[in-house]
């Protein structure tokens, strides 16, 4: 072992004594959660990267109203993106459950329909967004140039949003079974081939927002080939195959399945569509202010998004073990891992935050040259960072609640934060002297109302009945899940 291993290993050990010192969590289950979690982490600042780095490329060559169009195109985008969250998570948690209880035929079974839910959703959409690109933008402003850029935008990007659904389903799949690290190599070299693709085409061929979303269709569709390999049996390099797959033997639509997935994905896909849905009217506002307006919101969300990588990585680990101890009996393992990950979530949200806080400006510099640009869009990343750490709570809480197969109260607390909260604040700045600050504000209450609801829901532990009710449906024992 090098000097720079050991050095590793060192400060590895000392940070875990540190955090079991101080009641965050206990050893053995940090190791279990970093373990799942590190390679979504890694995942999810790839892919955040990716669309960062889009944005931040299109914006240096085309200046504020293309990251506007941009911007509107991608609210679209994150409806099929969110919907596609909503039915993965519905796919780990059974598969976590029914894998962890040794019942491989029924996790196989629950892929299949997972897949076939996700085509029947997302093929509409594609329709949607290529053919109705222009009059859908429209919606957000008059302003031509932005329209154009993102009516052109969203209609050449439309056919990988059907690609993208099946890569949600996968990688939970995988993160279902305790397998993260092959998604993560998959995602973060899809993410990388994205955007040297996007480079050569904004850069190189001068293709502007064609050429950015033609790369991320490519690069969408490499990684669901890369994802089929594994599901249809195939082995990975130094990776043994996974345990369950996408077998297609039996039935094409079986209801006995099918029927826990879809109660278990529908409050999961509506809390997911609450939270793509009130980006519109928000856009629509910030539109009120200018492009410029719009740029700096869409740069603080993005840069919000980034720091929110942690929750790709706690939220599945929480649902991944939350999932497989609920299945395999072990419910007090169960709520140690939920209660531990979501302190772990504040201390590593916080300490990120405070450092991004703290180097806003020159982050700014990365996305826009004008000096105006720049301080606005500095104000409105450390307002973002402060909100990452509700989203983070929320995340890692939803998780936990996820993993029992409780996915209502995540929707009513996106429901009531986003639009009983967050939408009359941020209007505020239309009607009142607060203006273009009335928007701050609802970046924050964005995240924190519903993080207050879920971790409420979960600190109740009701979630554990909600388990065992679901998994006696599942498997035919018992009632309908008991939705308390």
Do not use: C
Request: proline share 5%.
């Amino acid at each position: 072992m090098s000097r720079r291993s050991r050095g590793l290993e060192w400060l590895g050990r000392r940070i875990a004594a540190g955090l079991e010192r101080a009641n965050v969590i206990e050893r053995s289950r940090l190791r279990a959660t970093v373990d799942l979690a590190w390679p979504r982490v890694v995942t999810g600042f790839s892919r955040m990267s990716q669309q960062t780095a889009d944005l931040a490329m299109v914006g240096l060559v085309l200046g504020s109203p293309a990251i506007a169009g941009l911007a509107f195109a991608y609210a679209y985008w994150q409806v099929g993106n969110r919907v596609s969250l909503g039915i993965s998570g519905g796919s780990i948690s059974l598969v976590s459950q029914h894998f962890g209880g040794d019942d491989v035929a029924m996790a196989d079974r629950a892929i299949v329909q997972s897949f076939l839910l996700a085509t029947v959703v997302s093929i509409p959409l594609v329709g949607l967004f290529h053919w109705g690109a222009e009059p859908l933008i429209a919606l957000f402003s008059p302003e031509p140039d932005a329209l154009a850029f993102g009516a052109t935008y969203l209609a050449v990007l439309a056919p990988a949003i059907v690609f993208e659904f099946y890569n949600k389903v996968a990688s939970r799949i995988f993160a279902g079974v305790g397998d993260t690290f092959t998604p993560m190599m998959i995602r973060a070299g899809g993410a990388a081939l994205n955007i040297v693709l996007n480079a050569i085409f904004i850069f190189g061929l001068g293709m502007g927002v064609v050429g950015a979303a033609a790369g991320t269709v490519i690069a969408t569709v490499l990684v669901t080939i890369a994802f089929a390999w594994g599901l249809f049996g195939g082995a990975y390099p130094n990776r043994a195959p996974l345990p369950v797959g996408l077998r297609l033997a039996g039935p094409a639509v079986d209801p006995t399945v099918l029927r826990p997935l879809v109660v278990v994905s529908t409050p999961l896909i509506f809390q997911q569509l609450a939270r793509a849905v009130v980006v519109f009217p928000l856009l629509t506002i910030a539109a009120v202010f200018g492009s410029t307006a719009v740029a700096a919101f869409e740069i603080a969300r993005r840069i919000r998004d980034l720091i929110n990588s942690l929750s790709w990585g706690y939220s599945i680990a929480s649902s991944s073990l939350v999932g497989r101890h609920l299945g395999a009996d072990e419910e007090g393992v169960a709520t140690a891992y939920g209660d531990e990950i979501l302190k772990l979530a504040v201390v590593s949200y916080v300490a990120v935050a405070a450092v991004i806080f703290a180097f806003a400006d020159p982050v700014s510099r990365l996305f826009v040259t004008d000096p105006d640009a720049i301080e606005l869009t500095t104000l409105f990343v450390r307002v973002a960072v402060i909100a990452s750490i509700g989203l983070g709570l929320d995340g890692v809480a939803t998780g936990a609640l996820r993993g029992a197969g409780d996915t209502r109260w995540p929707f009513y607390g996106a429901l009531v934060g986003l639009y009983v909260f967050t939408l009359p604040v941020a209007y505020l700045g239309v009607v009142t002297p607060l203006g273009i600050r009335a928007l701050y504000a609802a970046l924050l209450v964005e995240t924190f109302v519903p993080a207050a609801v879920t971790i409420y829901r979960y600190r109740t532990g009701a979630w554990r009945a909600v388990s065992r009710s679901l998994r006696a449906a599942s498997s035919g024992t018992g009632a309908s899940p008991d939705r308390e």
